[in-house]
């Protein structure tokens, strides 16, 4: 593991392994009878201490599988030399269990604690329930240790992982919402230009053209009419660039009919759409800048539940122009759904309400036909404005 990872209380329980070892290793070197189990407890500390010092071992799993053999090779000898040094085996569980994978690591604490009561048992000291149930406890107690921290801790990075994932898609959704914001405020303020001002000099603009004609010839107000009518026209074109410029971007750089047809061009993942295409039915004439806008939305609300819900093969958008209303129609081949347990449902969504609210704002009707297993029509029809024929 590398040092810089290491939270306080790692540090601190490392500290504590290496006091815990340093403490045993004197233990056993000043009990020891002979000088061969003072010179392989210092030998047993050397090998240890290397290990703890060279950043390869911590660093690098091979590195660690090498040493660690090396050092469980010297507590042997010292074993060989002295029952004392059955108590460095507790220490040891911990190195096991910490750099060996789990699979190595309980067969390897469990030939450690075999070896430690082997030890006891050769050197002929007094057999008692203590001698076996000893190793066999630290070694127990030092797998729930570690085992038990190794779930904390991956517990630890699940839920730090989750909370980044959450600051992030928080971070995306308030970007979202301050566009959808954005462009529904310019939506409202180009709805409110047309409706109102383009409307309001319109009007200005017929009512001067009449009494410009009721006027007799040579009449001394005709100029002024004139100039009036002049800059009624000029603010109504300026008042309409506003319109156009506050639109949505889908239809900055094209017609209605321009932004559905890329509606259903293939994304970026085909797979992961249905096959999409738009017809064009009866003669197109230019629509007031709001039934541009519902159209699009509607259609894009629509398809969009076609892409996350329906599993469909094909979809199909159709934009009729008639006589006296215009129609759009998003249908599809998917797994369909019943309109009334979705409208019931508290879990209905806002999509389909927020279409129909569209439609019925402009004075139209929406409608959505639809059953398990067969599909799903959408449809709005929009009462083309005085003005505005086919």
Not at 50 to 66: C, D, H, K
Not at 135 to 163: H, N
Not at 240 to 253: C, I, Y
């Amino acid at each position: 593991m590398d040092p810089r990872s290491l939270t306080p209380v790692l540090r601190a329980l490392r500290l504590c392994l290496h006091l815990l070892m340093a403490g045993l290793l004197a233990l056993a070197a000043v009990r020891a009878a002979s000088g061969a189990g003072v010179a392989l407890a210092v030998l047993t500390g050397v090998v240890y201490a290397t290990g703890s010092a060279v950043p390869s071992v911590r660093e690098s799993q091979r590195a660690a599988a090498l040493w660690l053999p090396v050092l469980c090779a010297s507590w042997l000898a010292l074993l060989w030399a002295t029952p004392d040094g059955l108590w460095v085996a507790f220490p040891l569980y911990f190195l096991q269990l910490h750099l060996l994978p789990v699979r190595w690591a309980l067969p390897a604490v469990a030939l450690t604690a075999g070896a430690a009561i082997s030890s006891y048992v050769r050197h002929g000291a007094t057999l008692n329930p203590g001698v076996f149930i000893g190793p066999l406890l630290g070694g127990a107690v030092a797998v729930a240790t570690v085992l038990g921290y190794q779930a904390l801790y991956r517990e630890s990075e699940r839920r730090r992982r989750m909370v980044e994932e959450l600051i992030v898609t928080r971070a995306e959704l308030v970007a979202a919402e301050r566009h959808a914001g954005t462009l529904a405020e310019r939506e409202r303020l180009a709805r409110e230009i047309h409706d109102t001002l383009a409307q309001g000099l319109s009007s200005i603009q017929l009512l001067l053209r009449a009494a410009e004609r009721a006027l007799p010839e040579g009449s001394p107000a005709a100029g002024h009419i004139e100039r009036a009518r002049r800059a009624a026209q000029d603010n109504l074109a300026e008042a309409r660039r506003f319109v156009r410029a506050l639109s949505p971007p889908d239809l900055e750089h094209g017609s209605l009919a321009a932004a559905l047809e890329r509606l259903c061009e293939p994304g970026p993942d085909p797979e992961a759409a249905p096959r999409a295409c738009f017809t064009v039915s009866g003669t197109p004439v230019e629509l007031p800048t709001p039934y541009e806008v519902a159209l699009l939305r509607i259609a894009q609300s629509a398809f969009a539940n076609t892409v996350r819900h329906s599993a469909a093969a094909r979809a199909e958008i159709t934009l009729s122009f008639m006589d006296a209303s215009v129609t759009l129609d998003v249908v599809d081949d998917g797994k369909g759904f019943d309109p009334a347990l979705l409208s019931s449902s508290a879990d209905g969504g806002f999509g389909l309400p927020a279409m129909r609210s569209r439609a019925e704002s402009l004075g139209g009707v929406f409608t959505v036909e639809s059953a398990p297993g067969q599909g799903t029509a959408v449809a709005v029809s929009l009462p083309l404005p005085a003005g505005v024929s086919t």
